[in-house]
T-cell receptor
Framework: NAGVMQNPRHLVRRRGQEARLRCSPMKGHSHVYWYRQLPEEGLKFMVYLQKENIIDESGMPKERFSAEFPKEGPSILRIQQVVRGDSAAYFC??????????????FGPGTRLTVL | AQRVTQPEKLLSVFKGAPVELKCNYSYSGSPELFWYVQYSRQRLQLLLRHISRESIKGFTADLNKGETSFHLKKPFAQEEDSAMYYCALSGLGNYQLIWGAGTKLIIKP
């Protein structure tokens, strides 16, 4: 099992461009979480998705950010019209179908987004 | 407010010395507490969680509800323990993890 995969690992965008971050969960995992980490800060929850469903997007900025987890393929975090403040590390985590309690989340290596 | 505080950004100790990484939390319900570790050039991984009450790599952590703390301890530090350590919490059965800012642990030879 290759673990949670994220690509690209590094992404550079100019202000106003779009950024698309991809996350492939671990095999057998149907839950995906996205977190953002600004410099010198802890991770902040953004969104929780299951296949074809957004379960909780309470941590997502209201504008420019969207996420999806289609039936086939990876989960995508999309940031439109990026600004310098979007520069951060974006982490994806996955967990297996819930069995009650708090499932362990397994993390990808992260995507470091730099906005010029 | 729900919050996790790790008061030390950096902690440096000598090999063989005891280590204690502090974590304090604020949460209105029944929290579940975690320690995650990130070694150099590796991804975040779960080190331990309080409900498991287990020792991983010689580390232990006890949930102290009176002091709202979940400090991570190891009696004898090893050089391979050098890493970033994050304390996190969630509500019981909840999926949202609330994270501290992390403590960088450096073990000096």
């Amino acid at each position: 099992n290759a673990g949670v995969m994220q690509n690209p690992r590094h992404l550079v965008r100019r202000r106003g461009q779009e950024a698309r971050l991809r996350c492939s969960p671990m095999k057998g995992h149907s839950h995906v979480y996205w977190y953002r980490q600004l410099p010198e800060e802890g991770l902040k929850f953004m969104v929780y998705l299951q296949k074809e469903n957004i379960i909780d997007e309470s941590g997502m900025p209201k504008e420019r950010f969207s996420a999806e987890f289609p039936k086939e393929g990876p989960s995508i975090l999309r940031i439109q019209q990026v600004v310098r403040g979007d520069s951060a590390a974006y982490f994806c985590a996955s967990s297996p179908p819930r069995t009650g309690g708090t499932d362990t989340q397994y993390f990808g290596p992260g995507t470091r987004l730099t906005v010029l | 407010a729900q919050r996790v505080t790790q008061p030390e950004k950096l902690l440096s100790v000598f090999k063989g010395a005891p280590v204690e990484l502090k974590c304090n939390y604020s949460y209105s319900g029944s929290p579940e507490l975690f320690w995650y570790v990130q070694y150099s050039r590796q991804r975040l991984q779960l080190l331990l969680r309080h409900i498991s009450r287990e020792s991983i790599k010689g580390f232990t952590a006890d949930l102290n509800k009176g002091e709202t703390s979940f400090h991570l301890k190891k009696p004898f530090a090893q050089e391979e323990d050098s890493a970033m350590y994050y304390c996190a919490l969630s509500g019981l059965g909840n999926y949202q993890l609330i994270w501290g800012a992390g403590t960088k642990l450096i073990i000096k030879p």
